[in-house]
Structures are given as C-alpha cells and as structure tokens.
C-alpha cells in the first residue's frame, strides 16, 4: 500500500486542522492505521492509531481530547482532525500502515509516505 498525507499547514495556537492519508495499491481496511509525527531532533513518535477491526482509536496521552483518528473505507482514506493545537504538536506528520497484531506498537508500523507539515504559532 501507498499512502500519501495532506492538509498540513500554518496555525495559531488553539487553531485546528484536519489531516488526510489517501491509500492507493491497497485497503485501509485491511490495515491497523497509524498516525506519526517527528519534530526537529526528535525520533518519530506515534499519535494515534485505528485498529482495522475498527473500536475505539489509540492516542498518546498528549493529545487525548484534542485529535480524533478515523477512517473512511469507501474512499480508502484515514483522517486526523486536530483540535487545540499546541507550539509542541509541530511537527511532519505522516500516516503508516500495519498488520501485525500489536497495532498500537510503532515499529510494526511501514509504508511510509511523504509527510505533511504542521506549524502552530503561539
């Protein structure tokens, strides 16, 4: 699978932006999809993440309440709508796919795409 994330952009604090992973060469349904994020000096650290049998998404603690994870099977496409965006959620974003069991795991996470940037003012 192929992902490819968009929507990134520049926000004050406290805006929102809504994040998109188009999939093409496979189904998002088939996969656990995550959502990463690497700062400057930072190691890719993992956001949010949907089992593909669907339930309730994983969050880091950091940004529980604030980002909600989701997925559209029609259109082969997840989502990461980000609420009450912080100085510190700046970061390239990028969405991942999985099929090992541990879905809330990062290293089992591959098929990276081209990230998308997003800055938050303060």
């Known amino acids: 699978v192929q992902l490819q994330a968009s929507g990134g952009g520049l926000v004050q604090a406290g805006g929102s932006l809504g994040l998109s992973c188009a999939a093409s060469?496979?189904?998002?349904?088939?996969?656990?999809m995550g959502w990463f994020r690497q700062a400057p000096g930072q190691e890719r650290e993992l956001v949010a993440a949907?089992?593909?049998?669907?339930?309730?998404?994983y969050y880091t603690d950091s940004v529980k309440g604030r980002f909600t994870a989701s997925r559209d099977n029609a259109k082969n496409t997840v989502y990461l709508q980000m609420n009450g965006l912080k100085p510190e959620d700046t970061a390239v974003y990028y969405c991942?796919?999985?099929?090992?069991?541990?879905?809330?795991?990062?290293?089992?996470?591959?098929?990276w795409g081209q990230g998308t940037q997003v800055t938050v003012s303060s």
């Open positions: 060469g496979g189904t998002v349904r088939n996969y656990h």
């Open positions: 991942a796919a999985s099929q090992n069991v541990q879905w809330r795991v990062a290293v089992w996470y591959h098929s």
């Open positions: 949907i089992r593909r049998s669907g339930g309730e998404p």
